[in-house]
T-cell receptor, first 113, second 115 residues
Framework: AQSVAQPEDQVNVAEGNPLTVKCTYS??????LFWYVQYPNRGLQFLLK??????LVKGSYGFEAEFNKSQTSFHLKKPSALVSDSALYFC???????????FGKGTRLSVIA | ETGVTQSPTHLIKTRGQQVTLRCSSQ?????VSWYQQALGQGPQFIFQ???????GRGNFPPRFSGLQFPNYSSELNVNALELDDSALYLC??????????????FGNGTRLTVT
């Protein structure tokens, strides 16, 4: 069965600095990988996905993620963090076929002015 | 384009009671999934409905049940509520059950508190 690990519960970064939120996964076969963001008392908003092709995926709000098959990782990145990026970030994976989307525990990002 | 809407936004129930949560999927979406998000955790898959039939289920007991209607709206029913059922319940829709690479579109959730 597929699984996702987000090794950091909390990431703190200064405004203007680059940010990275880590994610590793385990699947049988080729993964479909997703990043979502959750603001307080809200549902999850889709940021980006990797299905196939270029390992560097660009998404909403200036975020990007790099797929690394050998390290089974899909880290979320942004070159310059904003205070408004402070939120809870979830990595998710699903296997091809009728399988559910499986989420990690989430990483809380705090961007400090 | 209307997004995913859920009702109610908050709900307080007593242990042993039953609850029904409702979801209207995004326009054009015929697949609905329900997730439970406990405090400090990631969302956990409960089940998925496609064209009014359940076509996937996570590790949840039978007292969690659902329905999908011809207009693709959906209900989540939980019987014999337990304290551990307290969570944010998220509904998500997607355009087609077989579009496994399509992102899910989530509603804002229903916060259920069981006392």
């Amino acid at each position: 069965a597929q699984s996702v690990a987000q090794p950091e519960d909390q990431v703190n970064v200064a405004e203007g600095n680059p940010l990275t939120v880590k994610c590793t996964y385990s699947v049988s076969g080729n993964p479909y990988l997703f990043w979502y963001v959750q603001y307080p008392n809200r549902g999850l908003q889709f940021l980006l996905k990797y299905i196939t092709g270029d390992n560097l995926v660009k998404g909403s709000y200036g975020f990007e993620a790099e797929f690394n098959k050998s390290q089974t990782s899909f880290h979320l990145k942004k070159p310059s963090a904003l205070v408004s990026d402070s939120a809870l970030y979830f990595c998710a994976v699903r296997e091809p076929g009728n399988t559910p989307l499986v989420f990690g525990k989430g990483t809380r990002l705090s961007v400090i002015a | 384009e209307t997004g995913v809407t859920q009702s109610p936004t908050h709900l307080i129930k007593t242990r042993g009671q039953q609850v029904t949560l409702r979801c209207s999927s995004q326009s054009g979406h015929n697949t609905v999934s329900w997730y439970q998000q406990a405090l400090g955790q990631g969302p956990q898959f409960i089940f998925q409905y496609y064209r009014e039939e359940e076509n996937g289920r996570g590790n949840f007991p039978p007292r969690f049940s659902g329905l999908q209607f011809p207009n693709y709206s959906s209900e989540l029913n939980v019987n014999a509520l337990e304290l551990d059922d307290s969570a944010l319940y998220l509904c998500a829709s997607s355009p087609e059950s077989s579009s496994y690479n399509s992102p899910l579109h989530f509603g804002n959730g229903t916060r259920l508190t069981v006392t």
